[in-house]
């Protein structure tokens, strides 16, 4: 059994309500990836899920950790989550750069994939920086250094460029409307299975002995429509994606 670290899609939101003199508050906890998730289960794959609340201190510090598993995937997860754990922010102590540790891994074999999101790629702010990262070097695609939200509030359908391509076996090649992505652009080594408003989709591509692939909208609300997340090809895709991580 394939064996998938995904990390990321999980949210806190505060709320504060204001009726008049008083006011009140409010806190909720979301995830996103439940259906995908539960789609890779039903698929085959052995998924560990690290939301970010807990991927600061559970994502693995070390290559021989990673190495466990055949394919990482992350999510709207940013980069501080992953280089500011509670040892170097709170503590100062000296600790491994886990996207550091993430190339090592792919250039050894293992296999990398983004998923968009405002905390993916540079997201909103330029927050969610990669492109500012060791990570850069392993993504099939160049990062921006600015915001790189594409918002698309009346939907934008992808084009297929490469329907051969095993990540789109199966797959219908009319896709549902998206309500944003994130903007990069493809490196030259790579292929892009399918643009986004003329931008990159889908992307796949080799580091070193690995595998690494972007998708730059999002797997879930709210860039993912409900037509997406009820497209009767939604499970074929990322059961095809995952596989092709994996080199099955």
């Known amino acids: 059994m394939k064996k998938i670290l995904f990390a990321g899609e999980t ?64 999510s709207d997860i940013g980069s501080n989550t992953l280089l500011l754990s509670a040892g170097t922010f709170v503590r100062s102590e000296f600790l491994p750069d886990r996207c550091d540790v993430i190339c090592d891994y792919v250039n050894g074999g293992g296999a990398l994939c983004m998923i968009g999101g405002y905390m993916s790629f540079s997201g909103i702010d330029a927050k969610a920086r990669y492109g500012k990262t060791a990570l850069a070097k392993a993504l099939p695609v160049e990062v921006l250094e600015i915001d790189d939200r594409c918002e698309t509030p009346a939907g934008v359908n992808p084009k297929i460029l490469k329907k051969e391509h095993p990540v789109l076996q199966d797959v219908e090649e009319k896709w549902p409307r998206f309500l944003g992505y994130n903007r ?3 490196k030259k080594d790579s ?6 408003n003329g ?24 860039w993912g429509s409900k037509e997406f997340m009820e497209w009767k090809s939604y499970s074929r ?10 080199g099955q």
């Open 11 to 74: 949210w806190l939101s505060y709320t504060i309500h204001t009726k008049g003199f008083d006011s009140f508050y409010t806190s909720y906890y979301g995830e996103g990836a439940t259906k995908l998730i539960g789609i890779l289960g039903d698929a085959g794959f052995e998924v560990t899920h690290l939301s970010n609340e807990v991927a600061s201190e559970k994502f693995p510090f070390t290559k021989e950790e990673l190495d466990k598993y055949d394919a990482v995937i992350l």
């Open 237 to 246: 895709f990322w059961t095809n994606l995952a596989s092709w991580l994996c």
């Open 191 to 196: 292929t892009v299975a399918a643009t986004i």
């Open 184 to 186: 990069t652009i493809a």
């Open 199 to 222: 931008d990159p989709f889908i992307v796949t591509g080799t580091y070193g002995k690995g595998r690494t692939a972007i998708f730059s909208s999002d797997c879930s609300p709210h």
